[in-house]
């Protein structure tokens, strides 16, 4: 989403150090998307960056904010394009449909439009990047060993209608059994997408992520404060317990 958004990130390789920033001054006036440019993208990358484009409307969707259905229907939308479509993507990369819905998307999941009313800090992008702060991992792919669990971590009787809400609408889960059941299926077939349909690790073993560094890693991703913001706030002890549920 770099070619309409007013984020960045700078990695510090001396530090170990990788961090986000966002500067409206680096809102481009105009962007030109052609998805012919994104041919040359491998399968590796194109799963990790639909996962990265998955992310990005994840952490504002998970929301218990109200806000406008308009919103949360143009997310669902966004997210069962990624599920359609990068798998043909990976299948056909000079596939101009495929490509062009994801650079759409990609676009549209982080210049701000989905917002709304939400202004809850994001949770999975910072205990990322301290994954790959540390172990030069793509940030897909982190995010992609993250996502459902800490899905799996936050899930909770205050939070589950939205968890239902984005089972039902964006996986097809039968919505009339019971809440938690329906919320733990949606959290089940987004793993399954990204480990068996995208091919990618599910463990951090696989990965060579060791879990002598989870304490460090889970310090600096909650920040000087000690605790990260976001769709349900987490401590250190927290993040190292979902660190625990990648292993």
């Known amino acids: 989403g770099s070619e309409m958004d007013t984020a960045g990130v700078i990695s510090n390789l001396e530090t170990g150090d990788k961090i986000g920033r966002l500067a409206r001054p680096l809102l481009p006036q105009v962007s030109f998307l052609d998805p012919?440019?994104?041919y040359s993208v491998n399968q590796y990358q194109t799963a990790c960056g639909?996962?990265?484009?998955?992310?990005?409307?994840?952490?504002?969707y998970f929301n218990m904010e109200p806000d406008l259905y308009m919103l949360d229907c143009f997310m669902e939308g966004m997210m069962k394009t990624v599920l359609k479509f990068a798998p043909v993507a990976m299948r056909e990369p000079d596939n101009y449909e495929a490509r062009a819905n994801l650079m759409w998307t990609s676009s549209w999941a982080i210049n701000g439009f989905v917002l709304g009313s939400h202004r809850k800090a994001w949770s999975c992008h910072p205990i990322e990047h301290e994954l790959s702060a540390k172990y030069d991992?793509?940030?897909g792919l982190g995010l992609a060993l993250l996502t459902p669990r800490w899905m799996e971590y936050c899930l909770d009787e205050s939070n589950v209608s939205k968890y239902v809400q984005?089972?039902?609408n964006v996986f097809g889960v039968d919505g009339s059994q019971e809440p938690m059941k329906v919320a733990r299926e949606g959290i089940r077939l987004l793993a399954e997408f990204f480990f068996?349909?995208?091919g990618l690790p599910r463990t951090f073993?696989?990965?060579?992520?060791?879990?002598?560094?989870?304490?460090?890693?889970?310090?600096?991703?909650?920040?000087?404060?000690?605790?990260?913001r976001g769709f349900k706030d987490l401590t250190p002890?927290?993040?190292?317990?979902?660190?625990?549920?990648?292993?």
Request: charged residues 25%; hydrophobic residues 45%; proline residues 2%.
């Open 36 to 38: 012919t440019l994104t």
């Open 50 to 60: 639909s996962v990265d484009i998955f992310s990005h409307i994840a952490e504002t």
């Open 137 to 139: 991992i793509t940030h």
């Open 166 to 168: 984005f089972a039902v």
């Open 196 to 198: 068996d349909t995208l």
């Open 205 to 228: 073993t696989e990965v060579g992520i060791k879990r002598e560094d989870f304490p460090m890693m889970a310090r600096k991703a909650c920040g000087a404060g000690g605790v990260l």
């Open 237 to 247: 002890a927290d993040v190292e317990k979902i660190f625990e549920m990648c292993e």
